[in-house]
């Protein structure tokens, strides 16, 4: 298990219950956020492959934990999924600004990063 260590005012449920459009004044504090768990994810994770290796095109969908539906699908996903962890995240972060018309937010991102996912539960 990877271990690591968070902020105590970013809890990390406040990331996955974060908002869910990043971009907006109200967002800033949660995009930082985001990014200082990055970082500290990036520093674990350089040498680490993913477990569950595929090769989808666009950003995995990600099931919403309140309702059950499913969000995601930009098509300005640069595969970041076929990456390891480290390309993985290190894109996912340069993804809160992108500037591509698109909206991002990490946690659709990080899905289907089976790294990620084992510390969040």
Request: aromatic share 8%.
């Amino acid at each position: 298990m990877l271990s690591f260590v968070v902020d105590a005012r970013l809890p990390v449920k406040s990331i996955i219950r974060g908002p869910d459009c990043v971009g907006k004044s109200d967002d800033i504090a949660y995009n930082k956020g985001v990014e200082r768990l990055i970082d500290i994810l990036v520093d674990e994770t350089k040498n680490v492959k993913h477990e569950n290796y595929n090769d989808y095109s666009y950003v995995h969908s990600y099931p919403n934990r309140d309702n059950g539906s499913v969000i995601g699908g930009a098509t300005c996903d640069r595969q970041l999924w076929k990456l390891d962890c480290w390309s993985c995240l290190v894109t996912a972060k340069n993804k809160l600004n992108d500037n591509c018309g698109h909206t991002h937010d990490a946690r659709i991102e990080l899905a289907d990063c089976s790294i990620w996912y084992k510390m969040i539960r």
